[in-house]
């Protein structure tokens, strides 16, 4: 591990990004899990062939972290975004990391101070596309309004990509490994 000491919490604890919708639409469960999902944790099952998913945002997830964190699921417990990898390869100190956090944090208010729902990926691919399209039409300031919320879109999820999404999954939102 890098520089943590026992009292400082990790840089995981109370991020929730993978947790929030921000960066996934849905997680993957083990069938152990999903055959469970009604009865112990009432998260609605997503079906994709013989993979069932959980929806993003988790249902588990308050806001501040996982209620269930002890009995989260697989995928939870084996997911590593990009800035914890780093820190725990020690590429990256505590106050680095923790300030890529507030960095996204800063840029996930950027874009809802004025639209919202765009918390999710699911809901920021739809804004994007309709200001991208929005954007051809308009002129003078509306179009230059347009044009900077589809810049904070974007400038988002380059972020996400960049320092939190594993490069594999650029094309795949659809859930955690």
Not at 57 to 65: A, E, K, L, R, T
Request: net charge neutral; proline share 3%.
């Amino acid at each position: 591990m890098s520089d943590e000491t026992a009292a400082e919490p990790s840089i995981c604890i109370g991020c929730g990004l993978c947790c929030d919708g921000t960066l996934f639409v849905r997680g993957k469960l083990t069938p152990d899990e999903a055959s469970k999902i009604p009865a112990a944790h009432k998260v609605t099952g997503v079906s994709e062939g013989e993979q069932v998913s959980f929806r993003q945002p988790c249902v588990h997830f308050d806001g501040s972290g996982c209620r269930i964190y002890s009995d989260r699921y697989a995928a939870c417990r084996k997911y590593r975004c990009e800035v914890l990898k780093a820190h725990e390869e020690g590429l990256l100190d505590s106050a680095t990391a923790r300030g890529r956090i507030s960095e996204a944090r800063d840029l996930i208010e950027a874009v809802t101070s004025v639209d919202p729902e765009a918390r999710s990926w699911a809901a920021r691919r739809r804004l994007w596309s309709e200001l991208a399209e929005a954007v051809k039409d308009a002129t003078g300031p509306e179009r230059a309004a347009l044009g900077r919320r589809l810049l904070n879109v974007v400038a988002l999820d380059a972020f996400l990509d960049k320092h939190f999404r594993k490069k594999s999954d650029e094309g795949d939102r659809t859930g955690k490994a």
